[in-house]
């Protein structure tokens, strides 16, 4: 793996944790839960795709 793909791995996981703190704080509210139930289901695309690139 190069350098260039190591740091695209490790800036898919750094957004899908984000991804998925904003959707967690967006779920509390009833007027912006389906907002964030969709940052969830991005977050945890982007990490299944980062996982199946590494392995």
């Known amino acids: 793996m ?13 957004s899908g944790f984000l991804l998925i ?3 967690a704080k967006l779920v509390t509210d009833r007027q912006t839960r389906t907002r964030g139930v969709l ?8 990490v299944m795709n980062v996982m199946i ?3």
């Open 39 to 46: 940052m969830i289901v991005a977050a945890l695309v982007i």
């Open 21 to 23: 703190a904003g959707g």
């Open 53 to 55: 690139w590494t392995v």
């Open 2 to 14: 190069t350098n260039f793909s190591s740091v695209v791995m490790a800036i898919g996981m750094v």
